[in-house]
């Protein structure tokens, strides 16, 4: 009997609110969900203008839909409709989980054993795919060729400055002009001839291939040694030259080398004395350059303060000079004949 | 009004960097002492010779001495000193270069002036602008053992300027200098030549028709086409030799003469020179002598003399310092 009741009233109720959410409209009482039809980053122009041409497809249908008597749709059937398509997915979510839940529950220590396993397989799957050991080889091959490389390059560069420079053409240049000098007049014969022989060989002149080319073996640009450090460097030449034992060839071979070098433009310094002048005449100039620069700093700060100073004395005269302008209208208010009001001594005395 | 501002467009003066790797080498040649009238004209032609890069009016004073000469060589860019002097016994030219570099000095056993060369030719050569660029130069036989011959090479190949094989036009390799070292009598032939191109494979007249725009004399002829056809292929002293003949290609530059095989003729010009090398010294005619040809020194002499010269020097400084001291204390 009191159930009955209960459900009569409770159907009451129900009925009640039924009618009232029927006259809220779906679109505030219903939430919608994020449809794809949202902007997003990322979106191309293309996407946005499908998009949004999907938008405009979905109102106007919706409009129609509205205005349709038949396709009415009051708020209580969409929430019914909701409903049941919420409790389908729920339904098959379920049984899913419920599937894997035993399994996970059941044995949970050898799951974790077989995944490292399948890891490990995998791994090696793919390793084996991309030749990861050969590659990983190869490139430590070629790394530490590389190293070497550079290794010997250094070494020859610093080995090839001491070194008289050597002037060769390239193989173009030489046959061009090999060509234009075998017809030396008179001399054509013999030249045929002594082509052969070792001892005849020709030099041309200096050639210059484009631009970055190694000239002498040296590149273009190569770091100057400061002249102390050229000096330190003469000095032990020096002291090499008096040496009683090795002196006489350490001289013979660099005075050789010496003039190879400044015979082909290359500048040597080897002479303590002319270097220790320019390491003085060095410091002296920066000495006057910072000299200066500190007498331009100088000047630059007394401007500075200059005008600051008279920036101050205009902002001082200003103050009392407003002063003195109120001062002088209150005077000239009280300073009127016949005042009464102006007092010598306060009020209250 | 901002668009009317001044752009600034060279604010760091980019080529600078550029341009001290490419110098070009300037040269003074100086006559030292009192030359006979000939070697005065042979140091003129030595002057056209290392044209453009040298002071061809070089005013130079009896009491000019090299001091000089090396104060205002540093500014002016000069690297190299070709002087001339003469002794009874024969002229001596010295090679050297500024400002510390190694002098080479060569014996001359015989020359020939410019005009006597040009005196013993049918046609002499001089088109305008032969000396407006440099001459290549060609050492012949210098690779044999000696380091004396190393720093002559290296010497003669840096007087004249490098050739950079990406701009260069061969219209203006128009002179080559030529060098031949003979190894047994060590004397070094110098000789000058101008670089001619003569088309290849063109009977005369033809070549006389398109070339030297000459009007062909048709008296001798009953048609056109014998002139064409008729005479000789090629002249007498035309070269057969595949080897002298150059294929040049067709992006030779404004050269004249721009036959698809051209030979390459070279016409004697410029002094002519014997000359042996004698000596070889560290410095700009001073310093210590590297290699003498006729004169060897044991290294005890050689220490002997060393010795001799710094104890003059230290003389002499102390003598100085003596006399300023001196002056300071009259004052």
């Known amino acids: 009997m009191d159930d009955a009741e209960l459900q009569s009233r409770v159907h009451e109720h129900r009925l009640f609110f039924d009618k009232l959410v029927d006259l809220i409209p779906a679109k505030f009482y219903i939430s919608k969900d994020e449809e794809e039809n949202t902007w997003h980053y990322g979106m191309s122009k293309a996407q946005r203008a499908a998009a949004k041409q999907a938008t405009r497809e979905n109102l106007k249908k919706a409009k129609r839909d509205r205005l349709d008597p038949d396709k009415f749709t009051s708020t209580l059937d969409l929430l019914q409709q909701r409903s049941e398509a919420s409790s389908k997915t729920e339904a098959k979510a379920a049984d899913a989980s419920e599937n894997g839940n035993a399994q996970v529950q059941g044995n949970r220590a050898t799951t974790y054993e077989e995944l490292r396993e399948r890891l490990r397989k995998r791994m090696e799957e793919l390793r084996a795919k991309r030749n990861a050991d050969a590659a990983a080889a190869t490139a430590r091959k070629a790394r530490n060729w590389k190293d070497e490389k550079k290794k010997q390059n250094a070494r020859s560069q610093k080995r090839s400055i001491g070194v008289a420079a050597q002037h060769t053409t390239t193989q173009p240049a030489e046959t061009h002009k090999k060509q234009k000098l075998a017809h030396v007049g008179g001399m054509a014969e013999n030249v045929e001839k002594e082509i052969g022989d070792k001892n005849n060989t020709f030099e041309f002149g200096r050639v210059k291939m484009g631009l970055g080319s190694e000239v002498n073996g040296q590149s273009k640009k190569r770091r100057r040694e400061s002249k102390e450090k050229l000096l330190v460097k003469a000095t032990k030449l020096q002291q090499q030259m008096q040496d009683p034992e090795n002196g006489e060839d350490v001289r013979l071979k660099h005075t050789w080398n010496a003039a190879l070098s400044r015979s082909s433009g290359e500048k040597v310094y080897d002479d303590p004395g002319l270097l220790k002048q320019s390491v003085k005449r060095e410091k002296l100039k920066r000495q006057k350059s910072s000299k200066k620069w500190g007498q331009r700093k100088e000047t630059v700060n007394q401007l500075i303060d200059a005008k600051q100073q008279t920036r101050q004395e205009h902002i001082k005269e200003r103050k009392q000079q407003k002063l003195e302008r109120k001062m002088a209208k209150r005077e000239k208010k009280l300073l009127r004949p016949g005042f009464e009001g102006r007092r010598e001594t306060f009020i209250n005395e | ?331």
Do not use: W
């Not at chain 2, 310093?287 to 003389?315: C, D, Q, S």
């Open chain 2, 1 to 331: 009004m901002a668009r009317t501002r001044r752009k600034k467009k060279r604010t760091q003066n980019a080529l600078q960097s550029e341009g001290e790797a490419e110098k070009v080498p300037r040269s003074f040649v100086i006559g030292r002492g009192k030359l006979p009238p000939l070697l005065r004209q042979l140091l003129k032609d030595l002057r056209k010779l290392m044209l453009p890069h040298t002071a061809v009016h070089l005013k130079e004073k009896k009491s000019n001495s090299m001091k000089d000469f090396l104060h205002v060589a540093g500014p002016l860019g000069v690297t190299h000193f070709l002087l001339l002097s003469h002794t009874d016994k024969a002229a001596y030219l010295r090679v050297a270069r500024c400002p510390r570099g190694p002098t080479l000095t060569f014996k001359i056993h015989s020359y020939a002036l410019d005009a006597e060369i040009a005196r013993t030719q049918i046609r002499p050569r001089a088109p305008e602008g032969l000396f407006k660029n440099s001459p290549l130069i060609v050492l012949a036989g210098f690779g044999g053992e000696g380091e004396h011959l190393k720093v002559t090479t290296t010497m003669f190949q840096n007087i004249f300027p490098a050739i950079n094989v990406n701009t260069v036009n061969l219209a203006t390799c128009q002179r080559v200098v030529l060098l031949n070292y003979d190894k047994e009598s060590k004397l070094i032939d110098f000789r000058h030549y101008s670089i001619s191109l003569q088309p290849v494979g063109v009977s005369r007249p033809l070549k006389k028709l398109v070339y030297n725009r000459k009007i062909p004399d048709l008296r001798g002829l009953g048609d056109v086409s014998e002139f064409v056809t008729k005479s000789g292929y090629g002249s007498e002293s035309e070269v057969e030799d595949e080897g002298s003949t150059v294929q040049l290609s067709s992006d030779v530059g404004h050269l004249k003469y721009k036959a698809p095989k051209s030979a390459v003729r070279l016409q004697e010009i410029g002094p002519r020179m014997t000359m042996q090398l004698v000596k070889v010294e560290e410095g700009l005619c001073s310093g210590a002598v590297l290699f003498h040809e006729y004169i060897k020194k044991t290294p005890e002499e050689i220490a002997a003399l060393k010795e001799n010269k710094e104890k003059r020097e230290a003389l002499r400084k102390q003598r100085r310092a003596e006399q300023e001291a001196n002056v300071r204390r009259k004052e």
